[in-house]
């Protein structure tokens, strides 16, 4: 007993010197192996500046050389614009270089306005067509109507020269307060009437489309997400609730997206507060949550929103997170794909690189990027679609089950390849004759011709959208006149009997599309579209809970 307490004694005092000596010496060497890891990671930025720096002076010099020194003259300028779109090709799809004149583009389509005359308008034997001026914009103020046609801007003659669309519409726009003289040919009046018209801010809506879908249900057809977007929407609910609106059908389809903050704004409209919407992170960009402040105006009602190979980006935000909270009842085909976040960066001459900085995740934790191995195969991502047959089967769409997710209701969803709507509906396919007309611009043709001739008439003969989609007749005039048309060009039109419902529902909605505004023409269309029909179905039907509550 005595030895063996002598032993335990004994390797008791060898621990203790042990741990006196580990106590001593090991802040000693966790000192010296984080200096020389400070000294290293110093060393690695150290080289990294010195990198960047060689790199920023060779671009420099390059363009230096290049411009004293190349045997004919270059265009300095363009000579950058090429070379950034070069760093910018092997990044990433998204990070993309626009010229002023794109930006300037691009931010009247965002910003919601551009300054200009105020016509929505169509080309017919080139000439510039009005289809309808702005309502109580510049030019329905001093009485240009829908069918004049514009034959001159100032002293410039624009019509019957093949002056491109795109210098037309700069002629046409201007800043708000200057005066443009336009020349105007109007049916059944003598010579060329001549207006002076007052640029003004001509505003770009977002919302194409609002109205009651069927008792309680309706119907909001959103383009983009851009600036006034979430001000559009918050007025397209009131008036729908004014209607009796107690569910919704949020078209997206088509949607590429927009302001992800707007996107966030419009989801808490659906959702009580304290619901994470998104999260974005990146290499320097912090993770990040969009949560909802519970002061949504629509967060009991059902919702169905109807999705396609081209509702992208905020559209797959919005998306994304009802399907996540199971919120929403999603409808049509896989969305297009875009997970990644873009900071724009302004150049000093207004040009803009727009500039992947982080990856945004649905609240169950999914990026529904779809791969990029090259621009060329992403671009050519939908004819892919196509010939695996995936716009017409449902499991021709394949996941990786690695990147399974599940709602709040234990549903089972996919990231890394866009969105997959609860309820898959195939495309409405087109016909050959359909296809044909499309590519040559016929149709649009042959209704704006229609119109042009018919439409006191027909404002006399129908009050309303409902009348005219009741009782108008396509097969009267407006196809034959088609298919008169199609003939010239050297396409044979089909039978009657063999003739597509879209082409004639597509003639219909474009000619009401002329006479009232674009909620005509998809009130009309919709009618007898595939995905719109199964919503309202959906929307209508027990079926809704059981989607959003499987077990």
């Given amino acids: 007993m005595r030895e063996r307490l002598l032993t ?31 000294k290293a990671q110093k060393e690695l930025k150290k080289q990294i500046a ?10 420099q010099l390059a363009t230096y050389m290049i411009d004293a020194y190349y045997v004919d003259s270059v265009d300095v300028g363009q000579l950058t614009d090429d070379a950034i779109r070069g760093m910018l090709k092997d990044l990433d799809p998204h990070s993309t270089y626009s010229t002023p004149e794109e930006v300037k583009l691009f931010n009247e389509s965002m910003q919601g306005g551009f300054e200009g005359i105020g016509v929505q308008f169509n080309m017919l034997d080139d000439t510039l067509f009005v289809v309808q001026p702005v309502a109580n914009g510049p030019s329905e103020k001093v009485g240009i109507r829908p069918g004049d046609r514009i034959v001159s801007v100032e002293n410039t003659v624009i019509a019957g020269i093949n002056m491109p669309v795109s210098k037309i519409t700069k002629l046409l726009k201007g800043p708000k307060g200057t005066s443009v003289k ?23 809506y977002s919302i194409n489309s609002t109205y009651m879908a069927a008792p309680k249900i309706g119907y909001i057809k959103l383009e983009q997400f851009g600036a006034n977007s979430y001000d559009e929407f918050k007025e397209a609910l009131k008036h729908l609730h004014k209607k009796g609106m107690k569910s919704l059908i949020l078209d997206l389809r088509g949607n590429g997206g927009g302001y992800l903050q707007i996107a966030t704004k419009i989801i808490d409209e659906f959702l009580p507060e304290k619901k994470m919407i998104v999260y974005t992170q990146g290499r320097h960009q912090p993770y990040h949550e969009f949560v909802t402040d519970g002061a949504g105006h629509f967060e009991k009602g059902r919702v169905v929103v109807l999705i396609d190979s081209f509702s992208a980006s905020a559209s797959e935000i919005v998306s994304g997170a009802l399907q996540d909270w199971d919120r929403g009842v999603l409808v049509g085909r896989r969305s297009f794909g875009k997970g990644l976040v873009q900071r724009p960066i302004y150049m000093p001459d207004h040009s803009m690189i727009r500039l992947t900085v982080a990856r945004y995740y649905t609240p169950s934790g999914r990026c529904i990027q779809r791969p990029y191995t090259s621009r060329e195969a992403y671009a050519d991502d939908l004819h892919h679609r196509i010939e695996s047959g995936e716009l017409q089967h449902a499991d ?52 704006g011709r229609f119109v042009d001739d018919k439409r006191k008439e027909l ?27 199609a003939i010239e060009e050297g396409i044979t039109p089909p039978s009657k009997e063999k003739v597509s419902d879209y082409i004639i529902l597509q003639l219909k909605a474009l000619v009401a599309r002329d006479l009232w505004d674009m909620n005509a023409y998809y009130f009309i269309m919709n009618k007898n579209d595939s995905v719109y029909k199964e919503a309202l179905k959906i929307i209508q039907s027990d079926r809704y809970s059981t989607i959003l509550k499987p077990n």
């Fill in 459 to 485: 404002k006399r003969q129908f009050a309303d959208v409902e009348s005219f989609l009741t009782h108008f007749d396509v097969y009267e005039e407006l196809f034959p006149l088609l298919c008169k048309k």
């Fill in 50 to 59: 010195e990198k960047r720096k060689l790199a920023f002076q060779k671009m």
């Fill in 182 to 204: 336009l020349g105007i040919v109007r049916r059944k009046t003598p010579g060329v009437l001549l207006f002076q018209v007052t640029r003004d801010k001509i505003p770009v």
């Fill in 396 to 447: 021709s769409v394949h996941f990786v089950d690695s990147l399974r997710y599940l709602t709040k209701g234990r549903r089972v969803v996919y990231g890394g390849g866009g969105i997959m709507p609860d309820v898959f509906v195939p495309a409405d396919t087109t016909t050959e004759f359909f296809r044909q007309l499309a590519a040559r611009g016929l149709i649009l043709e042959t209704t």
């Fill in 8 to 38: 335990i004694l004994v390797k008791m005092g060898y621990y203790c010197a042990l741990l006196l000596w580990l106590s001593c010496v090991c802040p000693l060497m966790v000192q010296k192996a984080g200096a020389q890891n400070n």
